[in-house]
């Protein structure tokens, strides 16, 4: 009797503390003039930092929360920074976006919608209550939970939509958008399709998709913004983290070059771009970085033959011992100390994964 006692009061509790978050929730969404979801296969990050700078050049205080490459929150100045999580991604976060969103005194909030599973995009949709709610395009992926067909991803990508708002898709086939103009139609949603245009790609710090770029210059329009200031502050974007890019690692290392391969995460892929480094820079000492995930040691068996190949390799975080004690690797716990072990003319590339290293990224400037 006891233990069901106990049972009881602890599922009234839970039950307790859910129904006050989403008290605090819908609080501290009222309090934002504008909220944008990005939902779709490919393409979100992108157009969440290109809506981030159109609201930013306006003169809102925007928060931004993408979940590509690496998680970052994008802060209402503009930076990147590296969000910790203590375990697989979760519906959560959407929670706590509108938490940092009242903490940082922002009056914009632009997130990327990170549910997969049907229930969890209704869920984000919910939370959220975006004003405008982006579907960048409905290609197959995650088949298992959403569907093998364009039209079955649209449908699961619609639950996300919030009734009586405004919904931009970008690259959709017809039944696909079929799919969202009858969900529209029945939540009493503004459905808009946002017209490809090549006409802004001029000026950018990268380039985008001009697919993102004709979404974000419609949201703009939805959302009452100066167009020239928007498209200005779009231009000032920075590219995504885990951008392929040569960086100069500056500082004491002279002319010491960062190629920035670490968010290829698969040996191929990486493989490729190692060979494009080769040929760009044929006169270079190469040394390979290898980042070692804390969390997955053992994916350091997958780079093992690559990180054997360099003549030295510098290693960052947990290695097997049989690859640790290797005559060619050398171990480095934090990264800025880097100059310690160049003399300045050498290229490193950078491979294995990005996790950790965001901050540091971010401070180096590109070539």
């Given at each position: 009797m ?7 009061t ?34 979100k ?8 700078g159109a ?5 809102f205080?925007?928060l ?5 490459t ?14 910790i999580?203590h375990g697989?991604?979760n519906i959560q ?14 009056d914009a909030l ?16 919910r ?9 960048t ?7 298992e939970?959403i569907g ?13 939509i919030?009734p009586g708002?405004a919904c931009?898709?970008?690259s ?9 103009r ?16 090549t006409?802004?790609?001029?000026g ?13 210059i419609?949201?703009a ?5 100066d ?5 200005e502050?779009?231009k ?7 951008t392929?890019?040569?960086?100069k690692l500056g500082?004491?290392m ?7 391969a670490?968010?290829?995460?698969d ?8 060979e ?5 820079f ?6 390979g970085f290898?980042n070692?995930r804390d ?20 290693v ?6 049989r ?5 060619n ?8 100390q ?7 003319s050498?290229l490193?590339?950078?491979?294995g994964?990005i996790r ?11 070539i």
């Amino acid at each position: 009797m006891n233990n069901i006692i106990l049972a009881g009061t602890a599922l009234l509790i839970l039950l307790s503390a859910l129904l006050a978050e989403n008290i605090i929730s819908r609080k501290r969404r009222a309090r934002l003039k504008f909220v944008v979801q990005v939902n779709g296969t490919r393409g979100k990050s992108e157009t969440v930092r290109l809506i981030h700078g159109a609201l930013k050049a306006n003169g809102f205080r925007v928060l931004g929360k993408t979940t590509g490459t690496v998680p970052l929150w994008i802060t209402p100045e503009g930076k990147h920074v590296e969000i910790i999580r203590h375990g697989p991604a979760n519906i959560q976060e959407q929670f706590l976006a509108l938490r940092k969103s009242r903490r940082d005194k922002c009056d914009a909030l632009v997130v990327e919608c990170m549910a997969i599973k049907p229930e969890m995009q209704l869920a984000s949709g919910r939370i959220l209550d975006a004003d405008i709610t982006v579907i960048t395009n409905t290609f197959p992926d995650h088949i298992e939970e959403i569907g093998s067909t364009e039209e079955e991803t649209a449908s699961v990508l619609s639950l996300s939509i919030a009734p009586g708002k405004a919904c931009i898709v970008g690259s959709v086939s017809p039944e696909a958008y079929e799919k969202v103009r009858k969900t529209c139609e029945k939540i009493e949603t503004k459905l808009i399709v946002a017209a490809t245009s090549t006409e802004y790609l001029s000026g950018f710090k990268f380039i985008p998709h001009d697919e993102n770029l004709s979404i974000t210059i419609k949201a703009a329009e939805l959302l009452g913004l100066d167009r020239s200031l928007a498209i200005e502050g779009m231009k000032e974007v920075l590219p995504d983290v885990g951008t392929f890019r040569y960086l100069k690692l500056g500082g004491k290392m002279g002319n010491a070059i960062l190629a920035n391969a670490f968010a290829a995460n698969d040996l191929h892929s990486t493989s490729l771009l190692l060979e494009k480094v080769m040929r760009d820079f044929p006169e270079k000492e190469i040394i390979g970085f290898f980042n070692s995930r804390d969390d997955r040691p053992d994916r350091a068996a997958i780079f093992e033959t690559m990180i054997r190949s360099f003549d030295r390799t510098i290693v960052k975080g947990p290695l097997p011992r049989r690859i640790l004690n290797s005559k060619n690797v050398e171990k480095l716990d934090d990264p800025s100390q880097l100059d310690s072990l160049l003399d300045g003319s050498e290229l490193v590339f950078g491979f294995g994964n990005i996790r950790g290293l965001v901050n540091w990224l971010n401070g180096l400037e590109e070539i």
